[in-house]
């Protein structure tokens, strides 16, 4: 006779569990997932199901071929032409407000390029923008942060409102028509990709941050990866002339 084990309760003779998680949810998995008892009381791992390892053995020989097959990103530029700067003047911002003929101002601009359902990267950049300005709060060195969307079909005004105000009110998001946003693409040397999926689609695009001063001169152009305390350092040093 073979009979499945029970889920156990967060103990410590159970670590695959929460310890402090009173109903006993997994970290995950099940705990009981692939397990039997014995007629004689001791616990037996169940062998791996065949699609299961067909899975794993898919997607080891898989990866390499896909990171063959999908196209370089564009390396970002290392300076930025007077056509670049004038095309994100004719934007408008999240608030219907069109950008000011002398920008960037004079603090500087920190921009970078997203789209508002961008499930992990953007997110991700928008968090750390955020605690790398706070950060320099007491330097001086805070450029003003830029974010301009790469969907002008789905960002509109309000979308794009609501979704920066979740992360902090000092960013400024730009928008513009189709054939504004690919004016950006083309004089900013990005790379942008629509990817069509389940229905909807996502953008596969340049994730470095370019920081500006208030002449639209490049200082820099930052990895999107950077944690904010190293953002942050990076930021000072450009704008102090290193």
């Known amino acids: 006779m073979v009979r499945r084990l029970q889920c156990l309760p967060p103990t410590l003779s159970n670590p695959l569990q929460r310890q402090n998680d009173p ?14 008892v014995t007629d004689h009381g001791q616990a037996m791992k169940l062998p791996l199901p065949p699609v299961f390892i067909a899975a794993v053995l898919l997607l080891v020989v898989g990866l390499p071929v896909a990171y063959l097959a999908w196209p370089a990103p564009t390396p970002p530029p290392v300076s930025l032409s007077a056509t670049a700067i004038e095309s994100v003047r004719v934007l408008r911002d999240h608030q219907g407000a069109p950008v000011a003929e002398n920008w960037p101002t004079e603090n500087g601009a920190l921009v970078f390029f997203g789209f508002t359902h961008c499930a992990d990267i953007c997110p991700t950049t928008l968090i750390r923008v955020r605690d790398a300005l706070n950060q320099l709060e007491d330097s001086g060195r805070q450029p003003t942060p830029t974010f301009i969307t790469l969907d002008p079909e ?20 730009l928008a513009g028509t189709s054939q504004q946003i690919g004016q ?21 695009h340049t994730t470095a941050l370019f920081l500006l001063d208030n002449r639209g001169e490049l200082l820099g152009v930052l990895s999107g990866q950077l944690e904010a305390a190293e953002l942050a350092r990076r930021i000072r040093q450009l704008m102090d002339g290193g």
């Open 184 to 204: 950006i693409v083309e004089t900013w040397g990005l790379y942008a990709r629509r990817v069509d999926f389940d229905n909807t689609y996502l953008l596969d």
């Open 154 to 173: 789905r960002d509109t005004m309000d979308r794009l409102k609501a979704y920066l105000g979740f992360f902090d009110p000092r960013i400024r998001g």
């Open 23 to 36: 109903t006993g949810e997994p970290l995950g998995f099940s705990p009981c997932h692939n397990w039997k």
